[in-house]
């Protein structure tokens, strides 16, 4: 295995020049009374017993930075048990400014807030992206399409507003056409639904394609500096054909699809083809990783997309996310731990969580900022 911090270029800037996430306060969320932990600017280690509530921090951190949380929860699942209200507050430094992103639940319902004003977890977005590594993740590669298809979307609607407003028409639309479909629709009714799920659907694919492209090219470079003897690639898969550049024609190739599809799709009452039944594709030298790729593949392929996405975030964005390392260094075998350590830099700013700091070199934990989160802080 290659020491990915000697051959991936990590060129220049600091994560000062941005915006950091400087402290995060917690008040009847989740396992937590009341806590308030102070981010380093470069790399906080969170360590800790198993069920102190380190992962209940590092998803307080997602939820404020990408507006979701990987765990999906209820807004009542945030509130520490027995508590009629809760929230947690992320304080943004940088550019000469500070900012304050709150989620507040209450009376069952959750509401974002930035800088004292009521948004929507669309307004939380984009200000501070972050990509998060977690156990949940290591098995993407094996599962089901729609894991790929979420890890693409998670970081597209992060640095495009425009992702994200389309992949909520496009989701709506289908569940729409759906119950239409169920309702032995008129044809005239339903070439109408036709038409807006293709208009949308190849906006969609447009972003999606080209988010991949972009991943791919920093994907491949990551992959082989982990495992050189290997060629790794990454292709989109659309599940109405091979798609062609310009986007009305990608729209009219999905109509054309829908109409040769459409007697199954009333008899099942279901919209069969379209962006939410694409596939995401890893390769490994050629064959399928998901069929073919050992478990040690698969998870090199895992970590090559976390760390691809960190540089596309800069790539594009013109600055580093946050990184949340959710307990995966216990996952990972020490070849593969090195090569994260190796790439996190001081302008990463990172936060990683674990039970046993024996998985850190001497060196990393010189730099970082190592917190120690017991029983007693919940
Ligand atoms: N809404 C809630 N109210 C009270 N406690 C909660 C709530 N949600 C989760 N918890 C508790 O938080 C604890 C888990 O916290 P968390 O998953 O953050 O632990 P962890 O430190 O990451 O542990 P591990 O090292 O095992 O991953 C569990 O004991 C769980 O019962
Ligand atoms: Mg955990």
């Known amino acids: 295995m ?8 990590i060129d220049g800037g600091s ?25 380093d600017p470069g790399v906080t280690v969170l360590v800790g017993h198993n069920a102190v509530g380190k992962t209940n921090l590092v998803e307080a951190l997602q939820l404020l930075t990408a507006g979701v949380s990987f765990r999906r929860p209820a807004p009542v699942e945030l509130l520490r048990e027995g508590c009629p209200s809760g929230r947690a507050m992320l304080r943004l430094m940088g550019e000469g400014r500070l900012l304050d992103h709150a989620i507040e639940v209450e009376e069952g319902k959750r509401r974002f807030i930035k800088n004292g004003k009521n948004t929507n977890a669309a307004g939380i977005r984009g200000v501070l992206p972050s990509v998060l590594f977690c156990p949940d993740h290591l098995d993407m590669v094996k599962r089901s399409a729609s894991a790929r298809r979420a890890a693409l979307d998670s970081f597209g609607v ?23 479909l169920k309702e032995c629709p008129s044809l005239d009714l339903l070439e109408v639904w036709d038409e807006s799920l293709a208009r949308t659907g190849a906006a969609l694919l447009m972003h999606r394609r080209a988010l991949l492209e972009r991943i791919r090219v920093r994907f491949i470079e990551v992959y082989q500096a982990i495992a050189p003897h290997e060629v790794p690639d990454v292709a989109y898969q659309a599940s109405i054909g091979v798609l062609p550049d310009d986007r009305d024609e990608v729209s009219e190739l999905f109509l054309r699809v829908l109409r040769e599809r459409r007697e199954e799709e009333l008899r099942r009452g279901l919209t069969l083809v379209g962006p939410h039944r694409d596939e995401v594709v890893f390769t490994i030298d050629g064959r399928s990783a998901r069929d073919f790729g050992s478990q040690g593949q698969q998870r090199s392929i895992v970590l090559a997309w976390k760390i691809a996405e960190v540089q596309v975030t800069r790539d594009i964005l013109g600055r580093y996310p946050l990184l949340l390392l959710d ?12 090569a994260i350590m190796g790439f996190i830099a001081d302008e990463i700013q990172t936060i990683i969580t674990t039970t046993n700091l024996g998985y850190f070199s001497q060196d990393v934990l010189d730099r970082a900022k190592v917190v120690r989160i017991g029983a007693e802080e919940r």
């Not at 290659?2 to 270029?9: A, E, I, L, M």
């Not at 000062?16 to 009847?28: N, P, T, Y």
């Open 2 to 9: 290659g020491d990915v911090s000697k051959t991936v270029q």
């Open 158 to 180: 992060q640095l495009n507003a425009q992702y994200g407003k389309l992949l909520s028409a496009y989701e709506r639309t289908v569940e729409q056409r759906n119950n239409l």
């Open 15 to 39: 994560a000062c020049d941005g915006i950091v996430a400087a402290e995060l306060s917690v008040f009847h969320y989740r396992s937590f009374e009341a806590f308030t932990l102070q981010l």
């Open 327 to 338: 307990d995966v260094m216990s996952e990972l075998d020490a070849d593969r731990r090195n």
